[in-house]
C-alpha cells in the first residue's frame, strides 16, 4: 500500500537549519508531482511546496516559506526532501509529505523552532 514515512526533524534554534526526507513506497514514485505540507499546533493543515516528477524539476513554494525552505527530489531513492534554512518560531510544525492526487499521509515529522 501507499506509504509515505517522514524524518528528519527536532528542536532547533532560530536561523538553524534542518532537512527533512520522506521516503515512499506502494507506488510509481516518479509519475507524481510531491508535495511537502505542514501542520502547526491548532490550525490547518499548509501547503508549503510542490516539486514536479522529475528529480530536479520544477518547483513551488508558498510565500511563507520562499527563498528559505527548498523542495527536492531523488526518483532513484524514492525519496522527497526539505532543505529548511533561516528557520523561524512561527515555522513550528508537523511537516507531511504528499504526492499529488493520492490521499495518503504519513505520521509526519515534528520541527520545533525556540531558543
Known amino acids: 500500500q501507499v506509504q509515505f514515512v517522514e524524518s528528519g526533524g527536532g528542536l532547533v534554534q532560530p536561523g538553524g537549519s534542518l532537512r527533512l526526507s520522506c521516503e515512499a513506497s506502494?507506488?510509481?514514485?516518479?509519475?507524481?508531482?510531491m508535495r511537502w505540507y505542514r501542520q502547526a499546533p491548532g490550525k490547518e493543515r499548509e501547503w508549503i511546496a510542490t516539486?514536479?516528477?522529475?528529480?530536479?524539476?520544477?518547483?513551488n513554494h508558498a510565500d511563507s516559506v520562499k527563498g528559505r525552505l527548498t523542495i527536492s527530489r531523488d526518483n532513484t531513492k524514492n525519496t522527497v526532501y526539505l532543505q529548511m534554512d533561516s528557520l523561524k518560531p512561527e515555522d513550528t510544525a508537523v511537516y507531511f509529505c504528499?504526492?499529488?492526487?493520492?490521499?495518503?499521509w504519513g505520521q509526519g515529522t515534528r520541527v520545533t523552532v525556540s531558543s
Open positions: 506502494g507506488f510509481t514514485f516518479d509519475i507524481y508531482r
Open positions: 504528499n504526492a499529488y492526487g493520492l490521499d495518503t
Open positions: 516539486i514536479t516528477t522529475q528529480t530536479g524539476g520544477s518547483t
